[in-house]
């Protein structure tokens, strides 16, 4: 049975920016949109990685240095874990196969419209060329994303292009980076992926995210392969001893 999808509230997406906006101050560029696509990455994984893991790797030492006093600690830890617990919710895997047509992940990205984009420009706070990236909803989202794939590349392997499962997985990622590609590679991008078809920017981000559920399923097959445990075989007091004496072990190294 699927279960239902939670949602991040109003007030847990401020609490997050609030710690991005922090980061910042201390000389790291990130953003909530890029935070966002990193912790999916996460949730996707083949494995459960832990935030002792993550955290270092996403903000090096400038989470330390932004949050010293134990408080601010347990705030800005408890915003980060409470959106991954969010997307490991949307990313649920019985529920992906159980309704695999459902949009379930809901991704935080910023959309700005042209109106928007020119009100940015007349105030001053971007030329219009910087401003032009504010239109590729979803570009922060995948690089973060991405950022994460690169950096526990272990737990995401190349995919074997050899065969049909390879090839479906690297189609998935490619759906994800598309949303990074500027206009002219993305309209090449379309036109081999959607021939005949004009996709616009909000159907590229459904794409993306689609492809993320279908990549969190991906490694139901493919997830990490358990060692093999191998058990010494014992030898009982009443066999031969393995030396080659011809005794029983009890009468011979095993007597000690």
Not at 15 to 31: H, P, Q, T
Not at 180 to 192: G, S
Request: aromatic share 8%; hydrophobic share 40%; glycine share 6%.
């Amino acid at each position: 049975m699927s279960r239902v999808a939670r949602s991040s509230t109003e007030a847990e997406i401020d609490a997050l920016d609030k710690v991005c906006e922090r980061l910042v101050g201390f000389g790291i560029d990130v953003s909530l949109e890029w935070v966002d696509g990193y912790l999916t990455a996460l949730a996707a994984s083949r494995r459960a990685i832990d935030a002792s893991e993550w955290l270092p790797a996403m903000f090096g030492d400038a989470f330390e240095r932004a949050f010293a006093d134990p408080a601010d600690v347990a705030q800005a830890l408890a915003a980060l874990n409470g959106r991954w617990q969010v997307l490991v919710s949307q990313l649920d895997p019985q529920s992906l196969l159980d309704e695999p047509e459902d949009m379930r992940l809901s991704p935080l990205m910023l959309s700005f419209d042209e109106a928007a984009r020119a009100e940015l420009v007349n105030e001053g706070h971007m030329t219009a060329e910087e401003s032009v990236d504010l239109l590729n909803t979803g570009a922060l989202w995948a690089e973060g994303f991405m950022e994460a794939v690169a950096t526990f590349a272990q737990d995401w392997p190349e995919p074997d292009l050899e065969t049909d499962d390879g090839r479906w997985c690297e189609d998935c990622l490619c759906r994800v980076t598309a949303l990074m590609l500027p206009q002219d590679e993305l309209a090449e991008h379309c036109a081999v992926q959607y021939p005949g078809e004009t996709l616009e920017r909000d159907q590229l981000v459904d794409e993306a995210c689609y492809a993320v559920q279908d990549l969190r399923v991906y490694w139901l097959e493919h997830g990490v392969k358990p060692e093999t445990r191998r058990v010494e075989v014992k030898t009982g007091r009443n066999d031969v001893c393995p030396c080659g004496s011809g005794k029983k072990f009890k009468k011979c190294h095993g007597a000690a």
